[in-house]
């Protein structure tokens, strides 16, 4: 059961929109905590899509956006790709210290 | 470039001990706050454990008192030293580099990670 709930799928087609959400809580991302979002494509490590709630790497296509809006936050992807099929994580931080991530939303291309 | 290199894993009997290696290149790992994070087979990821640069370190209630982060500054190379391993533990370990302010942090760059299978 991870901290931070998504959905375990998303889908649409070449061309479309699609949005994946992030829940929390006060303790975490109502607390004020960035959220940062994750690429994982099919047999490789994370990698930083997002940071600090809406920032892009360079590199990373402005076809992915991000958002937070109190214990939420949500992942845009426009003009979808078929490159774009993986799986999606969202990250926080909690108390203790203690980084929390989402359990993660694949994302399939039709 | 910026890069990390783990090293360590393998299959190993349930309460056996392992140690994993971080080598990091283009940067300085004792200037920067380094954590493990693992993913277990087909599930999600799971951070694990951190060291600070001052050199202070956490760890999820999940692996304390059994799991030692550290580093070793001449080698620029980040370690996890885990004991008494569960099956639970089974996953890919991928250490990673903390980026920001720690409340408000990020992990930047990943390792390619290392496959510890506990099972006997």
């Known amino acids: 059961q991870s901290v931070l709930t998504q959905p375990p799928s998303v889908s649409g087609a070449p061309g479309q929109r699609v949005t994946i959400s992030c829940t929390g809580s006060s303790s975490n991302i109502g607390a004020g905590y960035d959220v940062h979002w994750y690429q994982q494509l099919p047999g490789t490590a994370p990698k930083l899509l997002i940071y600090g709630n809406s920032n892009r790497p360079s590199g990373v296509p402005d076809r992915f956006s991000g958002s937070k809006s109190g214990t939420s936050a949500s992942l845009a992807i426009t003009g979808l790709q078929a490159e774009d099929e993986a799986d999606y994580y969202c990250?926080?931080?909690?108390?203790?210290?203690?980084?929390?991530f989402g359990g993660g939303t694949k994302l399939t291309v039709l | 470039e910026v890069q990390l290199v783990e090293s360590g894993g393998g299959l190993i009997q349930p309460g056996g001990s392992l140690r994993l290696s971080c080598a990091a290149s283009g940067f300085t790992v004792s200037s920067n706050y380094m954590s493990w994070v693992r993913q277990a087979p087909g599930k999600g990821l799971e951070w694990v454990s951190v060291i600070y640069s001052g050199g202070s370190t956490y760890y999820a209630d999940s692996v304390k008192g059994r799991f030692t982060i550290s580093r070793d500054n001449s080698k620029n190379t980040l370690y996890l030293q885990m004991n008494s391993l569960r099956a639970e533990d089974t996953a890919v370990y991928y250490c990673a580099r903390g980026r920001g302010k720690k409340t408000t942090s990020w992990f930047d760059p990943w390792g390619q990670g290392t496959l510890v299978t506990v099972s006997s």
């Open positions: 990250q926080s931080y909690d108390s203790s210290p203690n980084w929390v």
